[in-house]
């Protein structure tokens, strides 16, 4: 079965971490572009970090960096996102996305433009709250 599952979401108190994971199923990540949005309550989507299939090209968005890293764990056809120093403002549901390494040029286009990669439908996502 082909899948793509967000996992690792959950509340955290401000200057807490969480490491969320995208995990695929029935195919490899490893020829893909990964990419990984968010979506606040009343807010667009918005990109977080993207990475590059050949993992030689990251980006982060100006509000995560520094707090967020993207990393591969090929072995288990996983991405995920660590995320440190959390903020209220973090708090939204995250998704991850794959693109084609032909249809990706620029990882810093992928994630400035929020769009639901190979599989066309936004996945389930994992929510992320940070709260006291």
């Known amino acids: 079965q082909v899948q793509l599952v967000e996992s690792g979401g959950g509340l955290v108190q401000p200057g807490g971490s969480l490491r969320l994971s995208c995990t695929a199923s029935g195919f490899s990540l490893d020829y893909y572009a990964i990419g990984w949005f968010r979506q606040a309550p009343g807010k667009e989507r918005e990109g977080v970090s993207c990475i590059s299939s050949s993992d030689s090209s990251t980006y982060y968005a100006d509000s995560v960096k520094g707090r967020f890293s993207i990393s591969r764990d090929n072995a288990k056809n996983t991405v995920h996102l660590r995320m440190n120093s959390l903020k209220p403002e973090d708090t939204a549901v995250y998704y991850c996305?794959?693109?084609?390494?032909?249809?990706?040029?620029?990882?810093?286009?992928?994630?400035?433009?929020?769009?639901?990669?190979?599989?066309?439908?936004w996945g389930q996502g994992t929510q992320v709250t940070v709260s006291s």
């Open positions: 996305t794959i693109e084609s390494p032909t249809s990706i040029t620029d990882v810093q286009a992928m994630c400035e433009i929020p769009l639901p990669g190979v599989f066309g439908s």
